[in-house]
């Protein structure tokens, strides 16, 4: 989804970079896949302090889903926060990153790891 090539995945692959929100969290790439259903996978580490404001996450065509899989919760803070989410738990949280403005609340007394799965599907006609 945001890979070009495969020597990009190659440089990003499994190396912590920074988060798009510039708000200091990081991402670790797992997986990439740009062909028929476009994809990612990260691994997201939210260090104590960080949080992610209110946002959505455009794309140029088509519907982007997003499936958070709380791995590690941190010992206060760190809840996601979605008005209108399709499906979620304590740990799993399935939205529509691109119509739903998501956030993550300031982590607090500790770290929070998410495993972050996005997929983009192509729009149906009359959307």
Request: glycine letters at 10%; proline letters at 7%.
């Amino acid at each position: 989804m945001g890979i070009k090539s495969l020597r990009e995945y190659g440089r990003r692959w499994l190396r912590w970079e920074k988060g798009r929100q510039n708000t200091g969290y990081d991402k670790l790439l797992l997986a990439v896949n740009p062909f028929l259903i476009p994809f990612d996978c990260y691994l997201l580490r939210f260090p104590e302090g960080t949080e992610i404001p209110p946002h959505r996450d455009p794309v140029k065509a088509g519907r982007h889903y997003r499936l958070n899989i709380i791995v590690k919760r941190s010992p206060s803070g760190g809840e996601f926060v979605c008005a209108d989410p399709i499906f979620q738990t304590r740990r799993i949280k399935l939205f529509r990153s691109d119509l739903c403005t998501h956030s993550v609340t300031p982590v607090i007394g500790g770290s929070r790891y998410a495993l972050s799965i996005g997929w983009v599907l192509r729009s149906r006609s009359g959307e």
